[in-house]
């Protein structure tokens, strides 16, 4: 089945871009459509972003035009670029695909 292990958490600055990588394994990234999520402690998921087999894009309202979801098929990784982080979007990151069946392990990203 699919495996996906993400990367790229960490402590940012508010205002800062760090990008998160997933690594795909086990299923050609060209053929699925996938998706960044997040959670914070007590709170319910959300969606961030998903990117399908056609690169359609959909994104969040909290994180239109800061946020850009992106696929390199040859290293088949998906990606999140995140520009102007907030404080509130510290959360644990998650990649998946959007029928939500396969997920990673998750990574940390907080903004102060």
């Known amino acids: 089945h699919v495996q996906l292990v993400e990367s790229g958490g960490g402590s940012v600055q508010a205002g800062g871009s760090p990008r998160l990588s997933c690594v795909v394994s086990k299923y050609a990234i060209s053929s699925i459509c996938l998706g960044w999520f997040r959670q914070v402690p007590g709170k319910e998921r959300e969606g961030v972003a998903t990117i399908d087999s056609d690169e359609n894009t959909m994104y969040a309202d909290s994180v239109k035009g800061r946020f850009a979801i992106s696929k390199d098929i040859a290293e088949n990784t998906l990606y999140l670029q995140m520009n102007s982080l907030k404080p509130e979007d510290t959360a644990m990151y998650y990649c998946?695909?959007?029928?939500?069946?396969?997920w990673g392990q998750g990574t940390q990203v907080t903004v102060s």
């Open positions: 998946a695909t959007c029928d939500q069946n396969y």
